[in-house]
């Protein structure tokens, strides 16, 4: 999980699967880990993030309902609803996440008191200075990717300086292929551009990405025009680069602080390339997210007075809990109740559940309707089947039920019993030969065969209308046989 869910809120930030209560989504970036659940035709409720996030988000998934997605501002603070009524709101303030173009991070201050949540985040002292002022915090939940003692690299700035060192070794006699995520360290591709004087060549979804970030038009789709180019990451393999250098001498490069056991043990440190000519592939620690000496200082900086991992495979040991300890506040938070008009948003269907729980008594103590004079019962009807009966006018305008509600369902039939099985769509079958327009469905579904008694043989798209993915009733009549209320079954009426 990377995501959290504010307690006894309706809040969830990077969770976008089902959760009981949760009704206001807040997505800080547009990474894959962080946007599970999220699907074109999400309706589950509004989602807030920044412009830029907005902007990508619509690009990637196209939405049937953009109207649900909604522009926070870095760097302001707005008021957010918490019911339907807006009697309870809450402030939230967004910060900059110092992480991949889009990415925030979210202070929430309402009920519950004050909770920072810091997605994946790089720490910078200047830029995240102004959160000393809003703490002490309720709650923390912090970007503890590399939340260990041992993860320890350099800032950004010498990363930066190195990358640009192993690049120079290279860039007038190899190809050279960079190993990155979709999103993130776009600023390193406009650098080595700038630099060398050269073109990077991206593929066509990465293209379209910096187009919408506005990145300076130093990339290219033409792998002819530069012998720099950037992959996924995971492309860039040993297996990969063995078979590039069978028709050019290529490198491959990954910026990533996962290799951060030896910094600098594959970059070309004295300028030359005699350290690094014999190696496939040079590891650069460039990271987008915080090294451990950088949680602390930030940690110290906030001062919360509960901290909770975002990571959760990859809890604080006994180490980093003691590291971190010492930079608690230990004062209590404040107790607070859950407004009223915040639970019934939190549960909309709990009122609805009421009324039916007082229908179904009311029904139990005086009688449920349909009961005749005698006390006989009403007749039920079998599983996934309802009993349509045909008016004695033709044509008649039979009427199915559906939910306990009645509704026309249109065409013609004689004065037989009529069928309707119901599975994506309604689809009612009549006893005409002739197609009738409830005969037709764009999603048939099954009907009751002849051949095998009381078995049901699925109806394909019917051959003469391919493109509408309709069916004939009527193909099949010889084959029909009409299930009665009781289960019995007769013949399909002749024409």
């Given at each position: 999980m990377h995501g959290c869910v504010l307690p006894s809120s309706p809040v969830a930030v990077d969770i976008f699967t089902s959760h009981p209560g949760v009704r206001l989504y807040f997505l800080t970036h547009l990474h894959a880990d962080h946007t599970v659940g999220l699907t074109p035709s999400w309706s589950r409720g509004p989602i807030y993030c920044s412009a830029l996030t907005?902007?990508?988000?619509?690009?990637?998934?196209?939405?049937?309902?953009?109207?649900?997605?909604?522009?926070?501002?870095?760097?302001?603070?707005?008021?957010v609803p918490l019911d339907e009524v807006c009697n309870e709101t809450m402030t939230v303030t967004v910060v900059d996440a110092n992480h991949c173009p889009g990415a925030v991070m979210f202070l929430f201050q309402a009920y519950f008191g004050s909770v920072l949540?810091?997605?994946?985040?790089?720490?910078?002292?200047?830029?995240?200075?102004?959160?000393?002022a809003k703490g002490p915090f309720d709650y923390l939940y912090l970007d503890n990717t590399y939340g260990h003692p041992s993860c320890i690299f350099p800032p950004r700035e010498e990363a930066r300086k190195a990358l640009l060192e192993t690049v120079g070794c290279f860039v007038n006699t190899h190809e050279i292929i960079i190993g990155m995520d979709s999103l993130g360290k776009e600023s390193l591709l406009v650098e080595i551009a700038n630099h060398f004087g050269v073109k990077i060549h991206v593929t066509l979804p990465r293209w379209q990405l910096l187009h919408i970030q506005e990145q300076p038009d130093v990339f290219t789709l033409d792998p002819d025009e530069t012998n720099v180019h950037v992959l996924m990451k995971h492309e860039v393999t040993r297996k990969r680069i063995l078979a590039e250098n069978e028709l050019f001498p290529t490198v491959g490069v990954l910026t990533s602080a996962?290799?951060?056991?030896?910094p600098y043990a594959d970059i070309c440190k004295d300028g030359t390339a005699s350290n690094v000519d014999q190696k496939l592939i040079h590891r650069v620690p460039y990271s987008d997210h915080s090294s451990f000496s950088e949680l602390v200082a930030f940690v110290e900086l906030c001062r919360p007075r509960k901290m909770v991992p975002l990571v959760?495979?990859?809890?604080?040991?006994?180490?980093?809990?003691?590291?971190?300890?010492?930079?608690?506040?230990?004062?209590?938070?404040?107790?607070?109740?859950?407004?009223?008009?915040?639970?019934?948003?939190?549960?909309?269907?709990?009122?609805?559940?009421?009324?039916?729980?007082?229908?179904?008594?009311?029904?139990?103590?005086?009688?449920?309707?349909?009961?005749?004079?005698?006390?006989?019962?009403?007749?039920?009807?079998?599983?996934?089947?309802?009993?349509?009966?045909?008016?004695?006018?033709?044509?008649?305008?039979?009427?199915?039920?559906?939910?306990g509600k009645d509704h026309h369902s249109g065409g013609c039939g004689r004065a037989e019993d009529a069928l309707v099985y119901r599975g994506k769509r309604r689809w009612t079958i009549t006893p005409d030969t002739s197609l009738a327009p409830s005969a037709t469905s764009r999603n048939p579904t099954a009907v009751v065969c002849k051949d095998k008694p009381g078995a049901v043989r699925r109806l394909g798209p019917f051959a003469s209308s391919p493109r509408r993915n309709t069916c004939d009733v009527t193909a099949f009549a010889p084959s029909l046989q009409l299930l009665q209320p009781s289960g019995a079954l007769k013949p399909w009426p002749k024409a």
């Open positions: 907005k902007a990508m988000l619509l690009h990637k998934f196209h939405y049937e309902h953009p109207e649900l997605v909604h522009v926070l501002e870095v760097g302001e603070a707005t008021l949540c810091t997605g994946d985040f790089r720490y910078d002292p200047d830029l995240h200075a102004g959160l000393k996962l290799f951060a056991g030896d959760s495979e990859r809890n604080l040991d006994l180490d980093a809990i003691t590291y971190f300890a010492k930079f608690l506040d230990h004062t209590p938070s404040a107790t607070f109740v859950v407004p009223k008009s915040v639970e019934a948003f939190m549960n909309p269907g709990a009122a609805a559940a009421s009324c039916g729980l007082t229908r179904r008594l009311t029904k139990k103590l005086l009688g449920r309707p349909g009961r005749s004079a005698g006390g006989g019962q009403q007749q039920r009807h079998p599983r996934g089947v309802e009993y349509c009966p045909s008016p004695s006018l033709s044509p008649p305008t039979p009427r199915t039920r559906t939910r």
